[in-house]
Nanobody, 123 residues
Framework: QVQLQESGGGLVQAGGSLRLSCENA????????MAWFRQAPGEERDFVAL????????YYSEAVEGRFTISRDNAKNTIFLQMNSLKLEDTAVYYC????????????????WGQGTQVTITS
C-alpha cells in the first residue's frame, strides 16, 4: 500500500528556502525508489530529483543542481526536498512519486503519486 502525502509548499520570496516533505501514510515493508517532479502552468511534468531506496544514489535536474537537496528517513517513511536559493522559475506544483521499477527520471516509471503541493516564488 502506498499513499503519498506532500507538505511544506507555500509562498516564498526569491532567494529564500522551503523544505518539502512526502510521507507514505500507509505501512509497508517495501522501501521504494522515490523522486520529486514539478509541473508549472502550461508545462509538462518535469523531473527534479531522485533518491534510491537507501539514499546511496541521488540525482538532480540541471535546473536545481546545487540548490536543492533530496534526502529520506526510512524510519519515518518520508522523503524531503530542501529547496534553497529559490528562483521565480521554481514556481510549480511539486509532486512526490514512488517507483517499484527503479530510480528513474522518467515520469512514466513511477507507480504512485502524491496530490502535489504548490510552491510559488515571488520577486
Amino acid at each position: 500500500q502506498v499513499q503519498l502525502q506532500e507538505s511544506g509548499g507555500g509562498l516564498v520570496q526569491a532567494g529564500g528556502s522551503l523544505r518539502l516533505s512526502c510521507e507514505n501514510a500507509e505501512r509497508t515493508d517495501t522501501i521504494y525508489d522515490m523522486a520529486w517532479f514539478r509541473q508549472a502552468p502550461g508545462e509538462e511534468r518535469d523531473f527534479v530529483a531522485l533518491i534510491n531506496q537507501y539514499g546511496s544514489i541521488k540525482y538532480y535536474s540541471e535546473a536545481v543542481e546545487g540548490r536543492f537537496t533530496i534526502s529520506r528517513d526510512n524510519a519515518k517513511n518520508t522523503i524531503f526536498l530542501q529547496m534553497n536559493s529559490l528562483k521565480l522559475e521554481d514556481t510549480a506544483v511539486y509532486y512526490c512519486a514512488a517507483s517499484s521499477q527503479g530510480p528513474y527520471t522518467n515520469v512514466h516509471k513511477y507507480d504512485y503519486w502524491g496530490q502535489g503541493t504548490q510552491v510559488t516564488i515571488t520577486s
